[in-house]
């Protein structure tokens, strides 16, 4: 299985709501990304899990709240979100954090915020 | 910190024409290079990387690239475009921290629109 699963595929959610991105791999890969992606521009990283620790943080704002209950699954807690944050977030997993690793990517949530 | 430049956002060609896709680095040290592919309401596909060794990189679906280091470029290329080439591609490189170490943050240019007519 080479493959990273995002659920769901689209979300609209008001400034008020709380709701939650989740991502999955079993690859065995120790090391998974959420990137940010606005519309005609490239990815940007957010968040860096390694072995289950978070190793990054891009200076994301705290009303994103990432989570990684064990090796496989990768949450994004969204909280009180901004119409700016309306974007395409997608995960990503490698087997380890060293750079040179191929990154696999999900294929998105398309998030909308009201 | 590292930094790609591709030139061009929209290149187009000819279905069974030459694709030549610019990327240009900046880094400091020897970098890891990645070029992406990404389909419409998609995710992102690995097409080939240059970590170290042999120059010329061969990918997935035909394509390669070579690594330059005197030009510091790594221009992607496929010798006959067909139409299902038509996407965006994205070349990246690994980013460094102050330790001397790769660590996973990918810094991508700002993509090219492959437009293949028939």
């Known amino acids: 299985d080479t493959e990273v699963t995002q659920t769901p595929k689209h979300l609209v959610m008001g400034m008020t709501n709380k709701k939650s991105l989740k991502c999955e791999q079993h690859m065995g890969h120790r090391a998974m990304y959420w990137y940010k992606q606005k519309a005609k521009k490239p990815p940007e990283l957010m968040f860096v899990y390694s072995y289950e620790k978070l190793s990054i943080n891009e200076s994301v704002p705290s009303r994103f709240s990432p989570e990684c209950p064990n090796s496989s699954l990768l949450n994004l807690h969204l909280h009180a979100l901004q119409p700016e944050d309306s974007a395409l977030y997608l995960c990503?997993?490698?087997?380890?954090?060293?750079?040179?690793?191929?990154?696999?990517f999900g294929p998105g949530t398309r998030l909308t915020v009201l | 910190a590292q930094s790609v430049t591709q030139l061009g956002s929209h290149v187009s060609v000819s279905e069974g024409a030459l694709v030549l896709l610019r990327c240009n680095y900046s880094s400091s040290v020897p970098p890891y290079l990645f070029w992406y592919v990404q389909y419409p309401n998609q995710g992102l596909q690995l097409l080939l990387k240059y970590t170290t060794g042999a120059t010329l990189v061969k990918g997935i679906n035909g394509f390669e690239a070579e690594f330059k280091k005197s030009e510091t470029s790594f221009h992607l290329t496929k010798p006959s475009a067909h139409m299902s080439d038509a996407a965006e591609y994205f070349c990246?490189?690994?980013?460094?921290?102050?330790?001397?170490?790769?660590?996973?943050?990918?810094?991508f240019g700002q993509g090219t629109i492959l437009t293949v007519h028939p």
């Open positions: 990246a490189v690994s980013d460094w921290n102050a330790g001397g170490t790769s660590y996973g943050k990918l810094t």
């Open positions: 990503a997993s490698s087997q380890s954090s060293g750079g040179a690793n191929e990154q696999f």
